[in-house]
């Protein structure tokens, strides 16, 4: 087979599986949490994973009609592990660890002439092995942590956009 053909195959793989990655997070809109009249001017209100890094990312965009009501995104994300406690007599106990990351945000936003530019958000690094092995809990404390390969997951990202002054957030974004 050519390269080409290669190429356009591996693209179409990477395509299908970034659409279906995105496909399953849900978008939730609160009218009652922003200004009356706030509506999307440009661009796309949504996030991705990346499936090789595990990385979220949020893309960029733009609401009319917020007046000058300032607003503020955030994203977090929560990853989980498995972590094996091994005594010294070779038994191994299986432990979940979990790790919230700190969550990314936009700082206080403000609009101009009654628009607001919403930049594009990314999560911070994946936790490493010994971020979850700190945070596992074996049976006795002589037993030794390893992180078993390859377990390292997002378990779920929470985007949202909330306006100063509103009960609850404009956009809410949930996944994978």
């Excluded at 390969?149 to 994978?176: Q, R």
């Amino acid at each position: 087979m050519s390269k080409r053909f290669l190429a356009i195959i591996a693209a179409l793989a990477m395509l299908l599986f970034g659409v279906t990655t995105a496909a399953l997070a849900a978008t939730t809109t609160n009218p009652a949490a922003a200004p009356t009249g706030t509506h999307l001017q440009t661009g796309t209100i949504g996030c991705s994973v990346d499936p090789t890094t595990q990385l979220v990312s949020c893309t960029t965009f733009e609401l009319a009609g917020v007046g000058n009501t300032n607003a503020e995104a955030t994203l977090s994300t929560t990853y989980t592990a498995t972590v094996q406690c091994r005594n010294r007599g070779g038994q191994i106990v299986e432990v979940k660890s979990q790790v919230k990351t700190v969550p990314v945000t936009t700082g206080s936003l403000e609009p101009k002439n009654g628009r607001l530019s919403v930049p594009a958000l990314s999560s911070s690094p994946v936790p490493t092995a010994a971020q979850f092995e700190a945070l596992a809990t074996c049976p006795n404390g002589n037993w030794t942590k390893e992180l078993l390969g390859g377990t390292i997951t997002l378990s779920s990202f929470t985007y949202k956009l909330h306006f100063a002054g509103f009960t609850g957030d404009y956009i809410t974004i949930t996944g994978p």
